[in-house]
């Protein structure tokens, strides 16, 4: 088999009063991220992760900030449009991997429906998907609460 890997990295500020999706999920909470879409980082960070693994650049290429038909997107609908491009036709996601370093608010009670989330949309079973979350122990701009960072990696493999 055809295998590829692909590592996915993202980054947003916080600001409040401004809404916090993670994972396509809506998390309560007083701050959200400062981004011209729906500032998902995770599925940023995801999206990223899949287009590398077939080696076709990065998010803000296909979808520029500097566009106004990306401004206040759902990242689920980029994720999507990623998975629909004619070069991911013949292959299948094995599995995703997703850690999300943020202080606050705590993501536990969350990472359950972050994976039926992605799930839905990806077509995969949520049992493929990994998302965890971690703080950086109160060091670094995560520390401080000013944004979020996360990681992601995906295995795809030719059908």
Same mark, same amino acid.
């Given at each position: 088999?055809?295998?590829?890997?692909?590592?996915g990295?993202?980054?947003?500020?916080?600001?409040?009063?401004?809404?916090?999706?993670?994972?396509?999920?809506?998390?309560?909470s007083?701050?959200?991220?400062?981004?011209?879409?729906?500032?998902?980082?995770?599925?940023?960070?995801l999206?990223?992760?899949?287009?590398?693994?077939?080696?076709?650049?990065?998010?803000?290429?296909l979808?520029?900030?500097?566009?106004?038909?990306?401004?206040?997107?759902?990242?689920?609908?980029?994720? !999507?449009?990623?998975?629909? $491009?004619?070069? %991911?036709? +013949?292959?299948?996601?094995?599995?995703?991997?997703?850690? /999300?370093? *943020?202080?606050?608010?705590?993501?536990?009670?969350?990472?359950?429906?972050?994976?039926?989330?992605?799930?839905?949309v990806?077509?995969?079973?949520?049992?493929?998907?990994?998302?965890? !979350?971690?703080?950086?122990? $109160?060091?670094? %701009?995560? +520390?401080?609460?000013?944004?979020?960072?996360?990681?992601? /990696?995906? *295995?795809?493999?030719?059908?």
């Amino acid at each position: 088999m055809d295998y590829r890997i692909g590592q996915g990295y993202d980054v947003h500020a916080l600001a409040e009063g401004l809404p916090m999706w993670l994972g396509g999920v809506q998390i309560p909470s007083k701050t959200g991220f400062v981004a011209h879409s729906d500032g998902d980082v995770a599925i940023h960070a995801l999206c990223d992760a899949l287009l590398g693994a077939l080696a076709l650049g990065d998010i803000g290429h296909l979808f520029p900030d500097t566009d106004e038909r990306w401004k206040g997107v759902d990242s689920k609908e980029l994720l !999507a449009a990623v998975l629909a $491009r004619p070069e %991911f036709s +013949g292959w299948e996601v094995v599995n995703v991997d997703i850690t /999300i370093a *943020l202080q606050a608010p705590r993501l536990a009670p969350h990472i359950d429906a972050m994976r039926a989330r992605l799930s839905g949309v990806m077509g995969i079973e949520a049992g493929r998907i990994s998302v965890k !979350a971690t703080t950086t122990e $109160r060091l670094g %701009f995560v +520390g401080r609460g000013e944004g979020c960072e996360v990681w992601a /990696i995906v *295995l795809i493999a030719r059908k």
